[in-house]
């Protein structure tokens, strides 16, 4: 098993833990900084997640709520889904394949709202 960092910028950073579920699926922890959002994607497959620290603002289809620390849930195949850090905040994503995160599928309209918050950080 490796933790490898695979993405930095201005919203933090994105690792990936290899070799921890079976069927290639990846287990993703995801550091965001306050004030930035990560996603616009939809898969295929139903992918899950956890709140490790913090607070966030998880938008999936057309429902928002907040999430804090040691909350989790489902994001259903097929609906897009986003978090935008209320405070500095880890979240760990799993269940989708590797080949399924390299599809990168956005949804156009959740896609553009990610893109203007990050625009202001």
């Known amino acids: 098993m490796e933790l490898k960092k695979v993405h930095e910028d201005k919203r933090g950073f994105i690792y990936v833990i290899s070799d921890l579920l079976n069927e290639r699926r990846e ?9 930035a ?6 898969h ?4 899950n997640f956890v709140i ?9 289809g057309q429902k928002e709520w907040e999430a804090k620390t040691g909350e989790s849930g489902t994001f259903l195949a097929n609906i897009p889904h986003a978090f935008i850090a209320i405070e ?7 269940g989708i394949t590797t080949q399924e995160k390299e599809l990168d599928r956005k949804e156009p309209s ?3 709202i990610v893109d ?6």
């Open 116 to 121: 203007e918050i990050n625009e202001k950080i």
């Open 52 to 60: 490790i620290k913090g607070k966030v603002k998880v938008i999936c």
């Open 88 to 94: 500095d905040s880890i979240v760990s994503e799993w």
């Open 44 to 47: 295929s497959k139903d992918e």
């Open 110 to 112: 959740l896609k553009r």
């Open 37 to 42: 959002a990560r996603g616009g994607c939809l």
């Open 27 to 35: 287990f993703t922890i995801l550091e965001i900084k306050k004030g």
